[in-house]
């Protein structure tokens, strides 16, 4: 790529960026996400995919997964009205892993083995949806858990995990794995940041 060109792609970006935010805000102006709301923004989205704009591509991922019975649930636009205010800027940058010490992530990070071991995902990722994270650990060899159990190896923290986790329906599995913490179990808490860093990808 020359520097024209990537010139001009970070132009289109930036442009998408500041209609994605001013979209964003007038969506959540109301304090929820209507159905109406979200296929209008996966339609913009699809006419916008072609910047290869991750932060586009993920998002239109993530709506499109949520569209697909052509519904939206309380928990998916609860989930989407989250995301975009994290858009805005009103949360945490976007893609901004929380670093607040009120998630109980493991200190030091734990060099995490693959092959063999149960991994369940809380929250919402950016790498993608549940289903992109599930067949990632698959073809790492790992194994996909359904809840968090005395035999889970790791739970990894979604980077759209808030500092207020335990207000919020992710916040149960998170208590149940510090639960089995105390009692001294094996199960290590990673954040998203540092799964996708010790699997490469």
């Not at 935010?21 to 209507?34: E, Q, R």
């Amino acid at each position: 790529m020359n520097v024209f060109t990537k010139y001009n792609r970070k132009n289109i970006e930036d442009r998408q960026m500041d209609t994605l935010i001013g979209i964003s805000k007038g969506i959540n102006a109301n304090g929820i996400v209507d159905l109406d709301e979200a296929k209008f923004l996966q339609t913009w989205l699809a006419q916008n995919t072609e910047s290869q704009n991750p932060i586009i591509l993920n998002l239109f991922q993530k709506v499109s997964s949520m569209l697909e019975d052509d519904s939206l649930d309380k928990e998916e636009a609860a989930e989407l009205f989250s995301i975009l205010r994290k858009i805005t800027g009103e949360d945490s940058e976007l893609g901004e892993v929380a670093k607040s010490t009120n998630l109980p992530v493991c200190n030091p990070k734990p060099k995490i083995s693959f092959v063999g071991n149960t991994f369940l995902f809380t929250g919402t990722c950016v790498y993608g949806t549940r289903k992109q994270c599930q067949q990632a650990i698959e073809s790492l060899n790992g194994i996909n858990a359904k809840s968090v159990t005395k035999n889970l190896d790791y739970l990894v923290l979604g980077t759209y995990v808030s500092d207020s986790w335990i207000h919020e329906n992710y916040g149960r599995k998170i208590e149940k794995a510090m639960e089995y913490k105390a009692q001294n179990l094996p199960i290590s808490i990673v954040t998203e940041e540092h799964w996708l860093k010790e699997a490469n990808l």
